[in-house]
């Protein structure tokens, strides 16, 4: 089993529509969990990050953390063409303060004018 | 606005060369890493740092060495270049527990 398991897709959506992108950890220790948005040939930007239970809005993207479940996602509202991408999920290893991230194999998400 | 910085962007270099990939950043970040990455593929640490005169491993065994002399640099160095070494190397930091942040990447290829 990885340490950190996305669905690699593609995950196709309509212009307008919710994205709904998940992602399970095997860690139980880790603390901190990011999305970040990768355009092809390009390096992963941070989209939003999230250390506790519940829910975390920024614009049209919303993350979710439910630590017991072990699982972590990501909605985008309203998708853009523009969000056309490869989201990856990152997880930090364990409770140590190291601040190594491990990285999911990342969904791709088409986005369809 | 990029605050950290790898050059070349793209290198095409043959067979047995020595090459070096540069990182810096101007954010101040104790934390350091280096991440490689293929096509397609998820990112794999190859090498970390806390601090100046410290380098750890990371989880993907790699051929390449780094230093960290300065705060601001963490250079990676290929004693000798392989096809096997082709590949993107992304370089980041980060303060405490707070995101990565990415660099522009270095996409190698050995021929």
């Known amino acids: 089993q990885k340490e950190v398991e996305q669905n690699s897709g593609p995950l196709s959506v309509p212009e307008g529509a919710i994205a709904s992108l998940n992602c399970t950890y095997s860690d139980r220790g880790s603390q901190s969990f990011f999305w970040y948005r990768q355009y092809s040939g390009k390096s992963p930007e941070l989209i939003m990050s999230?250390?506790?239970?519940g829910d975390k809005e920024d614009g049209r993207f919303t993350a979710q953390l439910n630590k017991a479940s072990q699982y972590v996602s990501l909605l985008i509202r309203d998708s853009q063409p523009s969000d056309s991408a490869t989201y990856l999920c990152a997880v930090n290893q364990g409770s140590s303060n190291t601040g190594k991230l491990i990285f999911g194999q990342g969904t791709t998400l088409q986005v369809k004018p | 606005e990029a605050d950290i910085y790898q050059t070349p962007r793209y290198l095409v270099i043959g067979t047995g060369k020595k090459i070096t990939l540069e990182c810096s950043q101007t954010m101040g970040h104790d934390k350091m890493y280096w991440y490689q990455q293929d096509p397609g593929m998820e990112l794999h640490l190859i090498h970390y740092?806390?601090?100046?005169?410290?380098?750890e491993k990371g989880d993907l065994s790699s051929e390449s060495t780094v230093s960290r002399i300065r705060t601001e640099h963490f250079p990676l160095t290929l004693e000798s270049a392989r096809p096997s070494h082709t590949s993107q190397y992304l370089c980041?930091?980060?303060?405490?527990?707070?995101?990565?942040?990415f660099g522009n990447g270095t996409r190698l290829t050995v021929t």
């Open positions: 740092s806390y601090g100046v005169n410290s380098t």
């Open positions: 999230i250390y506790s239970n």
């Open positions: 980041a930091s980060s303060r405490q527990q707070s995101p990565l942040h």
